[in-house]
């Protein structure tokens, strides 16, 4: 396939999305490459076993080197705003100093990328979550953190309309909402951009990138037969763990030394507490409230309520027989609160021969001492709140993945400029959770598309 | 019933079904359910090497005696607290297999003409999705 497209985007989530958009909305002839299948309101799988097998690599789950970590990452198109809580907040002046710091780059401030925030939330529907969509578990999590004195706010989310009042359940859209409420890229972005023009495969694994003197090769499996693509620029959007993938496995570690350091996930431990009165912690809103306390943010954690489906809450129990099934039978009874590490120690991504990947990642060091804190102030929180008993999961998990592309100016640290370019190869862009030049501690997605926003901008400049 | 397992892997996946997930109050069994006839909804989407290793560690405990299965189990748990290799690969051992049989049992599904209690109806976990009008 050549000639056809002037840019092929890689990936289909959250960045390559919003960019695929913007390029086609410029008037771009453009490619939209996802490894997983298509899904929709009408299709997407109903139950969590087949929810995890379809729609998230590895069969559900991937695991750090150590086992210690375990990485969810979406594999559909939409990528990982199908399966996320779709929560959009904008950076704090804390995130933006330690991107600074980190990369010297100069726009990277919350004044120069307001207009890009503006942009990208003037498309959705984002609104907080209200009171009225409380369910136990929010009231809960509310109730400790004011008899503690600690500040919370409410979620910010993009939906249109979840059908709360109604008695829609939000857990069910961990496998993608049936009711095209989430404001995932599948039901906005791809789908305007599709309006335009936009060509869409999914089902394709591209396993090889090369540098041409007219552009770039892409070669890959496309429903199992080998396919071949040119065009003259791509657009790497396949996530800290894909990109990182396809460039190790393209040989690009020789020119960019950075490539696949600086890994980070905001490492998340779950703590569940036991009441004597139902919760329901599955019924309404999934996700509600979050902390908003400076001296959390300080001590490097944030708190969200949160839950989990039966698979998952099994699996972050820590035994099995008798006692794991009379720890689910209390499943209404539980309440959960999940602490998310800033994370300051980075990890590694490799890939060996095979194309398979390696993170070398672990909760350790200040971390492990942020981690630590964070569960000390859930403890609080729902004992204040009147928890019977409480379990700490010992299992953490990543699914805000980023770097292994880092953003900077030096070429020695850094894989990505100012531009978005990969340093020394001006065909080849990058702007999604990859070039994160260190964990902002705030959710990453509105961040992806503002800066896909902007990373589109330069492409037309370029063309 | 799996294209992927042997009939002596499926046997040993419901025995490890059944140290994990045994009968308890109003839950059933995991091998009660039949849920097992849906392994390869799992297993056709994982890395193949994954797949290798779960069926040759199946084969490794289709030899062993419940208790012996128990005793790994427990072992496989206990690696949360050892560090280094061996740690790691206890903890892989203990992901993959409970893994495996928490999705089938929590699936929802059940063999056909199953009438016992279907384990998330055993613990309340009934979603409900209103349909867009």
């Known amino acids: ?117 503006a942009e990208v939330e003037g498309r959705l529907s984002i609104r907080e979550v209200p009171p009225t969509h409380h369910n136990r578990n929010a009231l809960l999590f509310v109730e400790g953190c004011e008899r503690r004195g600690y500040q919370w706010a409410p979620l910010r989310r993009g939906e249109t ?41 999914p089902g394709f694994q591209v396993e090889r990138l090369e540098s041409t003197p007219d552009g770039v090769r892409l070669s890959g499996t496309h429903q199992g037969q080998m396919q071949e693509i040119r065009a003259p620029r791509v657009v790497l959007a396949a996530g800290a763990l894909g990109n990182a993938r396809l460039l190790l496995r393209s040989g690009f570690k020789k020119r960019l030394l950075s490539l696949g350091e600086g890994f980070y996930c905001h490492p998340q431990l779950m703590t569940f507490a036991e009441f004597d009165e139902p919760v329901d912690a599955h019924r309404g809103a999934f996700q509600a409230c979050k902390s908003d306390d400076p001296r959390f943010r300080q001590a490097g954690f ?43 120690v980075p990890g590694r991504i490799t890939a060996d021969a095979r194309g398979k990947l ?93 800066l896909s926003h902007r990373a589109s901008q330069e492409v037309l400049r370029d063309v | 019933m799996s294209e992927i397992l042997t009939p002596r892997e499926v046997r040993a996946l419901e025995r490890v079904g059944d140290v994990v997930v045994p009968a308890c109050g109003p839950l059933p069994a995991f091998s009660a359910t039949g849920c097992v006839r ?27 005696p419940t208790a012996g299965i128990r005793f790994i189990m427990s072992l496989a748990g206990a690696g949360r607290r050892w560090p280094g290799p061996i740690g790691a690969a206890l903890r892989m051992i203990e992901i993959g297999l409970k893994g495996l049989v928490v999705s089938l049992y929590y699936s929802g599904k059940t063999a056909p003409g199953y009438t016992g209690t279907v384990p998330t109806d055993a613990i309340g976990y009934r979603p409900r999705v209103i349909p867009r009008a």
């Open chain 1, 1 to 117: 396939m050549s000639g056809q497209f002037d840019c092929v985007i890689v990936g289909s989530g959250t960045s390559g999305g919003v960019i695929a958009y913007y390029l086609t909305a410029g008037g771009m002839r453009c490619l939209l490459l996802e490894a997983g299948d298509a899904y929709g309101a009408d299709t997407f799988p109903e139950n969590d076993m087949d929810g995890s097998a379809r729609m998230f690599w590895g069969g559900g789950l991937e695991l750090s080197t150590t086992a210690e970590m375990a990485f969810l990452r979406a594999r559909c198109l939409g990528g990982t705003s199908v399966v996320n809580q779709c929560l959009l907040d904008r950076f704090d002046e804390h995130a933006w100093d330690g991107w600074q710091a980190a990369s010297g780059i100069g726009f990277l401030n919350g004044e120069e990328m307001a207009p890009h925030y």
């Open chain 1, 161 to 201: 309309d979840c059908a709360i009042e109604e008695g829609n359940d939000c857990i069910a859209c961990l496998n993608g909402c049936r009711r095209d409420s989430k404001q995932s890229t599948l039901v906005t972005f791809i789908r305007w951009a599709q309006a335009l023009g936009l060509q869409v495969m």
């Open chain 1, 302 to 344: 944030k708190l969200e309520n949160v839950f989990a489906p039966p698979t998952s809450l099994a699996m972050l129990y820590p035994g099995f027989g008798p006692r794991l099934q009379a720890f689910m039978l209390r499943y209404r009874h539980l309440a959960c609160i999940e602490v998310a590490v800033h994370d300051t």
């Open chain 1, 358 to 450: 390696h993170m070398a990642k672990r909760l350790e060091g200040e971390d492990a001492r942020r981690g630590q804190a964070g569960l000390v102030a859930v403890r609080e929180i729902l004992e204040s709140a009147g928890a019977r008993t409480i379990l700490q999961c010992p299992m953490s998990f990543g699914l805000h993945l980023m770097g292994g592309l880092a953003i900077g100016r030096d070429e020695r640290t850094s894989v990505v400029n100012g531009r978005f370019n990969l340093h020394g190869f001006p065909n080849i862009y990058a702007a999604d959770s990859s070039v994160f030049p260190a964990a902002p501690g705030i959710n990453p997605a509105l961040t992806i598309m503002a």
């Open chain 2, 38 to 64: 849906y392994v390869d909804d799992l297993l056709r989407y994982m890395p193949p090497g994954d797949v290798a290793d779960i069926r040759l560690l199946l084969r490794i405990l289709s030899v062993k």
